[in-house]
Structure formats: C-alpha cells, structure tokens
C-alpha cells in the first residue's frame, strides 16, 4: 500500500508538472475563501481520486477539492484525507516549494502519509513510526536530530504578529523559510527542529505532513499539548499548533 500510495502521488505531480512547466493552460480561479485554486489542483485530485478509488474502495475520500459534507463523514472512522496540490500560491509563484499530499486516517490519527514534491524531486513518506526520504533514487531512513542552535521552519506565504512575537522570544535560533508542507519533513528530516504555526491551516494541508513527522519521531500539538486530532467535526480549520 505504502509503496502504491508513493507512485499514485508520482502520477498527481506528474499532471501538476505538465502545468507547471507550460504544457497545458495554469487556469486560476478563486475560492469563496480567496484561496486560489488551478487546473493542476484539479488534475492532481482526479488522478488521486481515482487511484485510491481503484486501491481501496471501501475508504471514503475528503479532498480540497471537493470535501464531503458534515452529514456524509460525520462518523467516519478511516479516511483517506487529501491536498491535491498544497502549496498553490507557491505553484502560481514557481518557487518549486508545493506539494502532494495523501493522508490515511484512523481515529483521528494519520497513520500513513506521502509528502511529494514534484518541482524537487523529493518524495516523503511514513508509516506508524517509520519515515523515510527519497531523492535521486535513494531512499532512506529519516529521523529528527537535535542542531545548535535549533533551525526554526516558518511559512514562506503566512506570517503573523504572533508568529514575529513569538520568534522574538526564543533562544538563540535560526529561521529557513518555506512553502507548503515541507515544513513538517525538514523537522522531520532533522533539518530543522521547531515549525510553529499561528495562523489558519486546514486539515489537509497538515495531515500527511504530520504523518511523517511522526514517523520520523516529532510530536505535533496544538499550543495547549494535544495532538492535532482529524476525528471528523464540522470545521475543517486546524487549531495552532507546533511540530517539534
């Protein structure tokens, strides 16, 4: 399953790098919310909606794309939970820093991710406590590690007061910038060692990045200690949190 999953969020980044690379119209519409959205996003969700369709159909499905209602998943127990393209500001900006993203949910917890990134080649993945990175065609083990002084990973698009104020307080540290959820993999990959996050984000744009943080040894919580929980509610907004 692991392994289908990584080659199912190949052929999403494969559609989304036709786009990007000019070979077929970017298309860029705007959400109720403003967010954009664009016709990779779109390809991106078909393929992966219909590949896991073909891998698992008894596991329902929640994509940015097209989220089922409240009434619909309210007792869902497993789910597959998806950003077809996370990252879509930093697409339409052609920074390379967006990504795949398919997470398995099972009560509340993502026990399986993929992280791919298809601008850089590099692909993310986890299962229970286990992660691992692959680049060039090597894979490896990823673990997080402590650095002096620590790295601390922040949004490349979304910075707030309390994010400024928040950083003005720590120790001694260093801040790398980046889009979309490979901040999760870098604290993951051992990289860096704290990404807080202030500001809103949606279930899917955490949950696969969360499941390899796990894997690779991380915790993340939200700023009163509880891990971020994707049991079905109504919302689908994230409280703040921290990956660590």
Known sequence: MRQQLCNLAREAGDAIMNIYNGHAPLQVEHKQDDSPV???????????????????????????????????????????????????????????????????????????????????????YAEGEQAWKEENGQVQRIHVKPTIPPVVVISRSHQDPQLIAYLSQLPEHRTVEIGSSLKF????????????????????????????????????????????DYSPRESFLNPGFECR
């Open 185 to 228: 993999c870098l604290v993951a990959e051992g990289r860096a060692q704290l990404y807080p996050r202030f500001g809103p984000t949606n279930i899917w744009d955490t949950a696969a990045g969360h499941a390899v943080a796990l894997g690779a040894g991380a915790s993340v919580v939200d700023w009163q200690g509880n891990m971020l």
């Open 38 to 124: 664009t016709a990779a996003d779109i390809a991106a969700h078909q393929i992966i909606n219909a590949g896991l369709l073909r891998l698992t159909p008894d596991i329902p499905q929640l994509s940015e794309e097209d989220p089922p209602e409240w009434s619909v998943r309210r007792h869902w127990q497993r789910y597959w939970l998806i950003d077809p393209l996370d990252g879509t500001k930093e697409f339409i900006n052609r920074n390379g820093d967006f990504t795949v993203n398919i997470a398995l949910i099972e009560k509340g917890i993502p026990v399986m991710g993929v992280v791919f990134a298809p601008a850089k080649g590099l692909m993310y």
